[in-house]
């Protein structure tokens, strides 16, 4: 099955990397999401959630406050200004690898 890998970075530090299935996310042009074999995208993101569905496991909340969004051959990089990483129940955590 194809799937993307994600990095999530925020200015100061790493945030989540991993196998998803799917990134939705805020661009300064509206919502986009991303199934693997998207075409390449280069954007702007919003302030806003990021939803993560990894390969394995529950899916992921990130709140970010801009930055930039890529994707390119299934690669899912995220730059952001800050980032904060949400487990199921809402709660803020650590970045985890």
Do not use: Y
Not at 27 to 39: K, M, N, Q, V
Request: proline share 3%.
């Amino acid at each position: 099955m194809a799937q993307l890998e994600v990095e999530i970075v925020a200015a100061d530090h790493f945030v989540w990397s991993g196998a998803a299935k799917m990134v939705k996310g805020r661009t300064s042009d509206g919502e986009i999401g991303i199934l693997p074999g998207h075409a390449p995208v280069l954007a702007i993101l919003a302030e806003g959630d990021l939803a993560i569905e990894p390969v394995d496991g529950a899916r992921i909340s990130v709140s970010v406050d801009g930055g930039f969004f890529s994707v390119d051959s299934d690669r899912v990089v995220i730059v952001a200004d800050n980032a904060q990483l949400h487990d199921a129940a809402g709660s803020a955590s650590a970045g985890i690898r």
